[in-house]
Structures are given as C-alpha cells and as structure tokens.
C-alpha cells in the first residue's frame, strides 16, 4: 500500500520565493495535518483538515502560509514570499479520522531551503 | 511555552543497557502517543495509550500512561544500537496532536 507522498523532497530557493509543497494522503483517511520541524521548536502544527474542510489554521505562522485541500487525495502548502526563516522539513500526515486522533501516517517530508 | 516535555533531550548508552524516556505535561490528554523518527523520514507510530495507569508492551519497549494521563514514560530493555533514533511523544488535545521535541537516543555498540 502507497504511504503519504510528498513532494519534491528537496527544495532550495532565493528569498522572495515562492514556494508550494504538496501531499497526497493515504486513500481512505479523512484527516490531514501538515506540521513544520526544526531542531530549536521541534514539530509544529501548522494545519489539519478534515474532510477537506480546514479545521484549525491557528499554527500557521503568518499570512505568508496558505493551504489548500480541493480534493480527498490532495493538499498543498503555500509559502509566498518565502524567508530564511521558514527553512525547516515539512511533513504531510493523515489519519484515518477525527475520532481516532494520535495515529498518524507521516510522509517523508519536504526539506526547504530558503537562501 | 512546550505543552509536552520530554527527557532527556539526548541520551547516549552502550549496547545492552536499560533506559527510561520521560513525557510530561500539565495538560490531560484523551490518549498519547510515542513515535520513533530516523534520519531523512518520517516519524512512525510505536503505540497508542488511552485509558489511566494503561501499561503497554512491544518487545522490548514498555510504555506507561500516568493515572492522571499527563504524563508518560518509556523504557527500554537490553538496548541495540537497532533502538538508535528520535523518541516523539504526542498528546491529543481538542483534536489536536500536539509533539513533544522529542529525546535523541544513541546505542553505542
């Protein structure tokens, strides 16, 4: 059975950038969350749908950050413009669904590398 | 302000000894859950603890859901340079998963 794909797994770009992160869930799980992790704050919470429906934004940084879920097998994180700072590996998870949280599928990620 | 702590933050022992990772957090959780994390992937699911005092066991890997489902503990026996890796702990909260830094564990052969 596929996993959470991501893609692209690597990404370096110039500040001012932007840039667009994609994940396709496990067929079948109805929750997706997207979380941000660096070394100094470990594993953030940026996002989660469920349903597609975004159900709490809060973790999202700024309004640099967007995210996007039109269909059951696809989401998308939006950096524009992107900044130093928002160097990190970014990791799509999804679940099977909103009442049996805590068992998540992660993908292996998307490291960003903003110059 | 971390919701979960965890210790230690790094741990480095020889092959063949105990250990235990702690999870704490002044929050009740609805269940918790420990992750294991290796370089370049994403992390893994190990267990999943629900209910108070609620002891599990994976092979070598026992893990301990406080009575008051604040805090946890992981402990390892015998451990293999195999164990080496990033320990997550996660809370749900309001439907939440929230992670803990997590505890960097090295098995020195």
């Known amino acids: 059975d596929a996993g959470v794909i991501q893609s692209p797994r690597h990404e370096v770009t110039e500040m001012g950038q932007e840039v667009t992160l994609r994940c396709k869930p496990i067929?079948?799980?109805?929750?997706l969350f997207w979380y941000r992790q660096t070394m100094m704050r470990g594993l953030e919470l940026l996002i989660y749908?469920?349903?597609?429906?975004?159900?709490?934004d809060s973790g999202m940084p700024e309004d640099r950050f967007s995210a996007k879920m039109p269909n059951a097998s696809f989401s998308t994180l939006k950096i524009q413009p992107s900044e130093p700072r928002d160097s990190a590996v970014y990791f799509c998870?999804?679940?099977?669904?909103?009442?049996?949280?805590?068992?998540?599928?992660f993908g292996e990620g998307s490291r960003l590398t903003v110059l | 302000t971390q919701l979960l702590e965890q210790s230690p933050q790094f741990l480095s022992i020889q092959e063949g000894e105990n250990l235990t990772v702690y999870c704490n957090s002044s929050s009740v959780f609805s269940s918790l859950q420990w992750y294991r994390q290796e370089p370049g992937e994403g992390p893994v699911l190990l267990v999943t603890?629900?209910?108070?005092?609620e002891v599990k066991k994976l092979k070598r890997l026992t893990f301990q859901f406080g009575d008051a489902r604040k805090d946890s503990s992981l402990h390892i026996t015998a451990a293999q340079p195999g164990d080496t890796g990033l320990y997550l702990c996660?809370?749900?909260?309001?439907?939440?998963?929230?992670f803990g830094k997590g505890t960097r564990l090295h098995i020195l052969p």
């Open positions: 998870a999804s679940s099977v669904g909103r009442w049996s949280p805590g068992e998540l599928f």
């Open positions: 603890v629900v209910t108070g005092g």
């Open positions: 749908f469920n349903n597609n429906v975004p159900i709490d």
């Open positions: 067929s079948g799980h109805n929750s």
């Open positions: 996660a809370g749900t909260l309001d439907d939440k998963i929230i």
